[in-house]
């Protein structure tokens, strides 16, 4: 593999559009409008959430919620797969419904409880003690692919155990044209096998920094992505949370800022937002190519930054298209700038 070429800032460069144009991409998709589902395999769950700025006992959470309410902000319907129990909000599926997401592949489980986790965050809000983990649905999760779900055109597969996120691409008759995984090192830890199983059937690798140093062996992170892009992959993102992202395929790499924020009240889903945003771009779009994957990375990091602002999914709940498109401005005034070699 060649050595990586660095496209740097500003971002109106790197999508080949002018500031101006930029959050055209973004007007409010029509109703009549066809788009191809994508389906969203993740947790649907509670959590009770702690850091240096709060505290709450119990909020929805889970990686498929933060994904399709982030998603259905760009695109709809999401096709959800997920397993909740009796005690899972009426009221939450409803507004997840009325946001284009569907339940045909959600099992409710009548006498059973939801996954529960317990966090706390230290005061740099990157580093977290899990209290709690009651698995409770989530410990005989067997997800189904519905017949209605079968001709989408794209995949998220949420923070899962690999062995679910291998089953649920198996049960397609029809490849996605675009597989998106996230992960984290715990899978790394207790299911590389198995992870690395569904690496070979994917297009695009979500996770952060240290599981990518993990995943790898290597601390540089262009070393790291060399390696891993050679597990299967064709495009890496590799999340640094207040630090940006990046993106790898084949030689290239792009850098993506972070928009500084006054308060980040919980990290907590902000991942799941930023996978939420970049494939609700995708579907907006219909384009997989490297150029337009920048820019979904930038409406990914915009839905992430909207979802550390307050606890839980709330703040994904509040906005709309013209916080969004306020939002995405700012990111491009972050990064552009003109500048004489002399």
Sequence with gaps: MKDFQLQGLPINQLTNKPINQLTATFAPFKKNKIFMAIISLGSMAFDAIETPFGKVDKIVGGSGTYVAYAASHLTQPIQQISIVGNDFPEDEISELKKRGVQFDGVEIVPDQK?????????LDMNTRDTLITDLNVLANFNPKVPESYQNAEYLMLGNLMPI??????????????????DTMNYWMAIAMEDLKKVLLKID?????????????NEYSLVKAAKKILQMGPKFLIIKKGEHGALLFHEDKVFVAPALPLDEVFDPTGAGDAFAGGFMGHIDHTKNISFENMKTAIIVGSVMASFCVEKFGPQRLKE?????IDKRLSEFVQLSDFDISLV
């Design 114 to 122: 939801s996954f529960f986790w317990s966090g706390k965050y230290h």
């Design 164 to 181: 679910l996120q291998l089953s649920v691409i198996e049960q397609l008759r029809k490849r996605p044209d675009l597989i998106v995984l």
């Design 204 to 216: 695009v690798l979500l996770i952060n920094d240290s599981e990518a140093r993990e995943l790898s």
């Design 319 to 323: 906005i709309n298209r013209k916080d």
